[in-house]
């Protein structure tokens, strides 16, 4: 209603503006520049006052918003017939306030009340026409008025529907930006809430890591018998990935290294479930083979994580002498070294395709896969977990076991560090700027007595 208003109020000046044009150019000779302002002023305040009103009293009913509305009609009836009247000028006059109101004020209404104000427009210039040429005897023709607005009427009524059709449009626009609007709130008050979650999130799994940082063990150092290096990288903070280094009397006994599927924070809790089951079942049955020891370590992870969706490979080592028992658990193979050949292999153990099935899973008659070999002073061990061999480059290439096995064999002859390091290059060389994509974990353990 108050944008048909402001529209009225241009309409009028746009009609006033045309009426002194005609004037000064003498199409229109009846009405004087007086009766032209007066008409002006009259039409032009009572349409301001109409905005006032509706400005001020923004929240108004719709009843009294309607009678504001009929209130305007009759005024601008009223002022139309007022203009016929004291300018004579009934088709030029007529024509200007007619279109003013279709294209002014029309798109701002419904079809009723659109047709309302055609029909009371053609009502009010019949009416005057007759009063003015018929009864006062002004100049002009009336059949020729009545035929003139009657010709002008199916315009009236066409425009009116036009009208009505951009009001439903307009209101179709105005409904889905508030839809849009309402959206784009709820998605803020979403989006603010999700950053939270996100902030929660980010400081429980930083809790988390550190949590698991401190279960996991630091890389042996000053370990009589043994030079050990270590890479270890979550991909999210927490790792799937883990390892542990077991002791007896100060000699490194025992080594193992683990990845339980998936990414994050539920493979990490599963980390903190399985690490100290095989920590116990390890150091407790010492006696025991080690193929025993894995079996037990699978029937005691498989019952605590039985409803999680999650196992673990791993390779479990028990050192004696010279001698390394070697487990694996479907896990990727360890590969060693021999110092005097330079001969790297990967140790295919005795079992279910030489690597046993992963832990953590139950099932009936489990086999893990089992061997034992010699290990000699400057022999090296690798154990990794899967990241690195399953990664690409940007040609989509993998970096693979056989670059791996070519990585160890180059290797310097130095420290553990050293090797470390140079297969971490060739790693990196080869991905360059990929991102990694799982949690990386490498182990080069290196025989010194």
């Not at 006052?49 to 009759?74: A, D, K, P």
């Not at 896990?331 to 021999?338: D, E, I, M, R, V």
């Not at 395709?353 to 690798?382: C, E, W």
Request: hydrophobic residues 45%; glycine residues 6%; negative net charge.
């Amino acid at each position: 209603m108050l944008n048909m208003s402001i529209n009225a109020l241009i309409g009028y000046l746009i009609v006033e503006i045309i009426i002194l044009l005609a004037r000064a150019l003498g199409f229109i000779h009846s009405m004087k520049y007086s009766d032209i302002f007066l008409l002006a002023v009259i039409v032009n305040a009572g349409t301001i006052i109409f905005i006032i009103i509706l400005v001020v009293f923004r929240n108004l009913s719709e009843t009294r918003t309607r009678l504001i509305f009929y209130s305007e009609v009759i005024f601008f009836l009223c002022m139309y017939s007022i203009g016929l009247y004291q300018t004579y000028e009934f088709r030029n006059i007529g024509l200007i306030f007619a279109l003013v109101a279709v294209t002014i004020e029309l798109p701002f209404t419904t079809v009723k009340e659109s047709l309302l104000i055609a029909f009371g427009a053609t009502a009010s210039q019949i009416c005057v026409a007759y009063y003015s040429t018929t009864i006062l005897k002004q100049q002009g023709d009336f059949l020729e008025s009545v035929s003139f607005t009657i010709g002008l009427l199916p315009v009236l009524i066409i425009l009116s529907y036009v009208a009505h059709q951009i009001t439903q449009q307009r209101k179709k626009i105005n409904d889905d930006r508030d839809l849009l609007m309402d959206m784009n709130d709820r998605l803020l008050d979403i989006n603010s809430a999700l950053e939270k979650t996100n902030s929660i999130a980010q400081m429980e799994i930083e809790l988390a890591s550190q949590v698991q940082r401190m279960l996991l063990p630091p890389v042996p150092g000053n370990i009589p018998g043994w030079d050990i290096a270590m890479s270890f990288k979550p991909k999210y903070g927490v790792s799937g990935d883990f390892y542990d280094f077991y002791y007896k009397n100060g000699q490194l006994r025992g080594m193992a290294i683990f990845d339980v599927s998936g990414h994050g924070v539920s493979s990490s809790l599963v980390t903190m479930i399985v690490k100290p089951i095989t920590y116990r079942v390890f150091t407790n049955m010492d006696d025991k083979s080690l193929g025993f020891i894995i079996e037990s370590v699978n029937e005691n992870v498989s019952h605590e994580i039985s409803l999680l969706d999650h196992f673990i490979s791993c390779i479990l080592l028990r050192f004696s002498g010279n001698t390394v028992e070697y487990a694996n658990a479907g896990h990727p193979y360890l590969l060693f070294k021999n110092s005097n050949t330079g001969a790297v292999q990967a140790m295919q153990a005795t079992g279910k395709n030489h690597r046993g099935g992963p832990i953590g899973i139950n099932i009936k008659k489990y086999q893990p896969a089992f061997t034992q070999f010699s290990m000699g002073v400057n022999d090296i061990i690798l154990l990794y977990t899967d990241c690195i061999v399953e990664s690409r480059n940007s040609g989509g290439e993998l970096f693979g076991y056989n670059r791996l096995i070519s990585s160890l064999h180059e290797a310097p002859s130095g420290p553990a560090a050293d090797i470390l390091q140079f297969i971490l290059d060739s790693f990196l060389l080869f991905v360059k700027n990929v991102e990694i994509r799982d949690d990386f974990t490498v182990i080069v353990a290196k025989k010194t007595e």
